[in-house]
């Protein structure tokens, strides 16, 4: 089966703190991708990033961080240093080769207060 | 380019009435698609194009039409609209020549209401 699981629903903290969204999917492809989505409160869907399954490194984008492991069947997602500028719902995906259909996990929406 | 666009950006229908949600773009994609995002669920896969005179059938097909007459313009069509409807729309396109896994371009989305 291929799915996306974004088992927390919603996440407030407290601005400056650190917060993880995880992502886990379930494929028996060994080439996929996966990618996350920010929707702010304005509605559009925003591309954050894209991930193949054979680049396993890190990846790091300012206050942004993703931490891909093939072995748990994970992408998470770390905004270091949290901003109210933040809160918005996060979603994760899934994508093959051959296909041009995305599988979405079902969000996460993150509350950063002030 | 002004990427991928949409129209209306917020209707109001009655039940069993018709309307055509309007999406283009102008980035030559050959792929395109249409979602809906409801609160807990997601985005779901309605109908995609791999190209124009080319439509398939995504996760959710039922009570909507599409065709795709050229590469810009991916129309989707309510023939008679039901309050499961009610839902946010969202066309996406992807660049002509991927093999898959590319990153989907979104339009800013419709958001339906079906009374």
């Known amino acids: 089966a291929q799915k996306v699981t974004q088992a927390q629903t919603e996440i407030s903290v407290v601005e400056k703190e650190d917060v993880t969204l995880d992502c886990v999917y379930e494929?028996?492809?060994?080439?996929?991708?996966l990618f996350w989505y920010k929707q702010p409160p304005s509605g559009e869907l925003v591309f954050l990033i894209r991930?193949?399954?054979?680049?396993?490194q890190n990846e790091i984008s300012g206050r942004y961080s993703w931490n891909f492991q093939k072995s748990t069947s994970s992408f998470n997602f770390t905004i270091t240093a949290s901003q109210v500028v933040d809160s918005a719902v996060y979603f994760c995906?899934?994508?093959?080769?051959?296909?041009?259909?995305?599988?979405f996990g079902t969000g996460t929406r993150l509350k950063v207060l002030a | 380019n002004a990427g991928v666009t949409q129209t209306p950006k917020f209707q109001v229908l009655k039940t069993g009435q018709s309307m055509t949600l309007q999406c283009a773009q102008d980035?030559?994609?050959?792929?395109m698609s249409w979602y809906r995002q409801d609160p807990g669920m997601g985005l779901r896969l309605i109908h995609y194009?791999?190209?124009?005179?080319?439509?398939d059938q995504g996760e959710v097909p039922n009570g909507y039409n599409v065709s795709r007459s050229t590469t810009e313009d991916f129309p989707l069509r309510l023939l008679s609209a039901a309050p499961s409807q009610t839902s946010v729309y969202f066309c996406?396109?992807?660049?002509?020549?991927?093999?898959?896994?590319?990153?989907?371009?979104f339009g800013p989305g419709t958001r339906l209401l079906v009374l």
């Open positions: 995906a899934l994508s093959y080769p051959g296909t041009y259909k995305y599988i």
């Open positions: 494929t028996r492809d060994t080439t996929y991708y």
């Open positions: 991930r193949n399954s054979f680049d396993e």
């Open positions: 980035m030559n994609h050959e792929y």
């Open positions: 194009s791999v190209g124009a005179g080319i439509t």
């Open positions: 996406a396109s992807i660049p002509r020549g991927g093999t898959g896994g590319e990153t989907q371009y």
